[in-house]
């Protein structure tokens, strides 16, 4: 069982940046790949990024592609996305996710475990 806990979210004006953190519990986080969704209201819960289980490989959405960064630090059991130019289409709960594989996957059924979300905020 692998519990996900987000931080970092807050409001931010429109060119700003954000960096969210996502601690996971448990020993064996170097084998998981992780992942970052978001959910606007009245939208469905969207891939953002996604990094491998040993960080060598990453893969995001167009959208964000160039001006989000997802990372992990293995040592700390954590997981970052670096949000920089936010947009006001970038308000969304963001949710940290873990699968148990190591390949990355934009997939939300691909996951396994969730975090409860942090709330992200550009305003105009």
């Known amino acids: 069982q692998v519990q996900l806990v987000e931080s970092g979210g807050g409001v931010v004006q429109s060119g700003g940046s954000l960096r969210l953190s996502c601690a996971a519990s448990g020993r064996t986080f170097s084998s998981y790949a992780m992942g970052w969704f978001r959910q606007a209201p009245g939208r469905e819960r969207e891939f953002v990024a996604t990094?491998?289980?040993?960080?060598?490989?990453?893969y995001y959405t167009d959208s964000v592609a160039g001006h989000f960064t997802i990372s992990r630090d293995n040592a700390k059991n954590t997981v970052y996305l670096q949000m920089n130019s936010l947009k006001p289409e970038d308000t969304a709960v963001y949710y940290c996710?873990?699968?148990?594989?190591?390949?990355?996957?934009?997939?939300?059924?691909?996951?396994?475990?969730w975090g409860q979300g942090t709330q992200v905020t550009v305003s105009s």
């Open positions: 996710a873990a699968r148990n594989d190591p390949g990355l996957a934009s997939r939300r059924d691909r996951y396994d475990y």
């Open positions: 990094i491998s289980a040993s960080g060598s490989g990453t």
